[in-house]
């Protein structure tokens, strides 16, 4: 039936398109008329997620400059995988990276509350995502004012037993009180509180309402995906943010392993850690790598103690959920605070120059993800002597003289700066490169110039809209990629059907024709002329800063020598291994290891019950699955599908 369809609008398409032209109907008007058959032939002959799939791969690889990808090859072939990806630091961007690298389709978790907006939850729905309620996306102000005393809520205009349900949360005063039972409109008993520094009364105030979400459905979706042999992806930390150090990772991935593990004995559960590293990922034409770790089986033992319950089960909970932890910490890097994040940028441009003196070529980016990784792990031992204290005041201090300049740090030292006849040359050749870009990027930045303001507003409108309503945010960066390209997505067709049409207006049908099919590769040479038009003012602006200030290029330079011999120094300290031939260096941090169960971790009450739930919820299905005629582990091929990728029963 599909086929016929898709034989029959190509049909009338093609059809439509030539007669209207036998008629003396102009072709760019033939082709005008005709396109919304042509879109429904599209429509019927490719699947929303092969055509959603690809325009999301080409608006990150239009977003981006360079995705790179590491150890792809330990991603297993074949069986049911869940990837745990961190840090979550670019939105709704990371998902798309990570498929866009990863050899297996996997469907990701996202939140309900975006998958209900029109644009990105079509989007999401195409891409196989899972839905995730969250409770304080659906927080939400009560009627009236409401008091606090001990484990009773008295309230004054409330409307408790339309509004309020057992387990929903009463948040008054930033604290927030579970509702044991709804006693009346204006009555409410709740329990015991958690923090004991929580005040145990409260006079009337206004509260919010935070509705209880039943976990269960998600778990039963990401379980039978599992079962299925097909990828699941979830970013761990839980919502996004622009830290420099992982958040505490959530329950849930722990429980979805052990609870798949339960329910499909004999099916292996594997975990591959995903680490996302950006380089100005919030900015137009940014990098980013993508590091895949060590699949991890989920263990029998852990399984076994998982379906035994009780103080076993947690256990075997938390004994994963350290697992995984330890598996994202092996391809992710992290700093405690910003300054220490700038030594390890320090150190990998270091080691770029150095690779340059010795083997004539940069590092690849993941060599130098890998030396800062390496790094950052030994920068423990060190971080609280008091040279290392030193070192970090002066790598920020030449930093932010190097921003004051406008200048970058290998600009300090290359020895062409000295000025003479080579200099002015060179100058002379950056002045004429500059001139040619930017003349061959005007029009296509003239034709853009509405996206671009509209791209920042929106994305600083959004910023400003995350940073208020989050706690964990720094400056809410990793916003501003996804509003980007969500605005991007929206106002290009717009812009271009608009310009298209002013082309035929003022000039001809001929030269609207041209424009419509030809602009696009304008706008994007415009985009490649523009980046190496800043590459060479940046070189230009060197030249001119060292020209106009040669105190300041002796003092830069002396700023600079102290900062190199402090970091080859602190990595002699750590106990670096210079790289031999074929090999990458490697860090050797002394010690015992740290322990990797994150502080700040959800407290068992939270998710116990939840826990027992599925545990118990698994052990029945399983029960169900033997007495229907499969005895013992039950085999891939009748129950779901098969490791190959084809259809299960449900025909998926």
Not at 436 to 441: I, M, R
Not at 495 to 522: E, G, I, M, N
């Amino acid at each position: 039936t599909t086929f016929l369809q898709s034989i029959g609008a190509l049909w009338v398409a093609v059809g439509l398109t030539v007669s209207l032209q036998a008629y003396g109907a102009p072709p760019f008007t033939a082709i005008l008329v005709s396109v919304p058959v042509w879109a429904l032939w599209v429509y019927i002959t490719i699947p929303l997620r092969v055509m959603m799939t690809n325009l999301s791969y080409l608006c990150v690889d239009l977003f981006f400059k360079d995705i790179t990808s590491r150890n792809t090859f330990k991603v297993p072939a074949k069986g049911p995988v869940l990837f745990v990806c961190a840090p979550h630091g670019n939105q709704l961007l990371d998902p798309l990276v990570v498929m866009r690298t990863c050899p297996r389709q996997a469907g990701f978790l996202c939140a309900a509350k975006t998958m209900r907006k029109r644009v990105v939850g079509t989007i999401a729905t195409a891409l196989d995502s899972i839905p995730v309620e969250r409770a304080q996306d659906l927080k939400a102000p009560g009627k009236g004012l409401v008091a606090i005393d001990g484990e009773t809520a008295r309230g004054e205009g409330t409307a408790f037993t339309s509004e309020v349900r057992e387990r929903d949360r009463v948040c008054v005063g930033g604290v927030e009180h579970v509702v044991e039972e709804v006693r009346s409109d204006t009555e409410l008993r709740l329990r015991p509180a958690r923090d004991p520094s929580a005040p145990a009364s409260v006079g009337p105030s206004p509260y919010e309402i935070v509705p209880h979400v039943d976990s269960a459905r998600l778990y039963e979706a990401v379980m039978e995906r599992l079962g299925a042999s097909e990828c699941v992806g979830i970013f761990p930390e839980g919502g996004s943010h622009d830290r420099t150090e992982l958040l505490p990772l959530k329950m849930g991935v722990a429980l979805m392993a052990l609870g798949a593990a339960a329910r499909f004995p004999g099916v292996p559960i594997r975990i591959v850690p995903v680490g996302l590293h950006y380089f100005f990922g919030h900015r137009f034409r940014g990098s980013v790598l993508v590091d895949y770790g060590e699949p991890l089986e989920v263990p029998a033992d852990l399984v076994r103690a998982y379906e035994r319950g009780g103080a076993e089960m947690q256990e075997a909970c938390q004994s994963l959920l350290r697992l995984v932890h330890q598996g994202i910490a092996a391809v992710t890097i992290t700093a405690p605070d910003y300054k220490a994040m700038e030594l390890f940028w320090m150190l990998r441009r270091l080691q770029t120059q150095v690779a340059l003196q010795r083997a004539g070529k940069r590092p690849t980016l993941e060599e130098q993800v890998a030396l800062t990784k390496a790094f950052s792990e030994g920068y423990d031992r060190l971080s609280r002597s008091p040279a290392t204290a030193r070192l970090i005041d002066k790598v920020s201090a030449y930093n932010r003289q190097l921003r004051l300049l406008g200048l970058r740090d290998y600009q300090v030292d290359r020895a062409y700066f000295h000025l003479g006849k080579r200099s002015l040359l060179r100058a002379g050749v950056l002045g004429a490169r500059m001139l040619f870009n930017s003349l061959a990027a005007l029009p296509g930045l003239l034709l853009g110039l509405p996206l671009l303001l509209a791209t920042r507003y929106i994305s600083k409108r959004e910023q400003a809209k995350a940073l208020k309503s989050s706690s964990v945010k720094i400056a809410a960066r990793d916003v501003l990629a996804t509003y980007k390209v969500l605005t991007s997505l929206l106002m290009t067709p717009l812009l271009h059907a608009v310009y298209t049409t002013a082309v035929w207006w003022y000039l001809d049908q001929r030269a609207a024709t041209a424009y419509f099919f030809f602009s696009p590769f304008v706008c994007w040479g415009a985009v490649r002329c523009s980046e190496s038009s800043r590459a060479a003012f940046r070189e230009a602006w060197g030249y001119a800063s060292y020209a106009l200030l040669p105190s300041g290029r002796g003092e830069l330079t002396r700023m600079r020598e102290e900062v190199k011999q402090g970091v080859l120094q602190l990595v002699e300290d750590m106990g670096w291994m210079p790289p031999s031939s074929g090999s990458r260096s490697s860090l050797h941090p002394e010690g015992p290891g740290r322990d990797v169960l994150p502080q700040g971790a959800e407290p068992p009450e939270q998710w116990i019950g939840l826990c027992e739930a599925l545990r118990a919820e698994s052990l029945r299905k399983r029960g169900g699955l033997h007495k229907g005629g499969l005895g013992g582990p039950p085999p891939r091929g009748g129950l779901v599908a098969d490791a190959s990728g084809g259809p299960d029963k449900k025909g998926r």
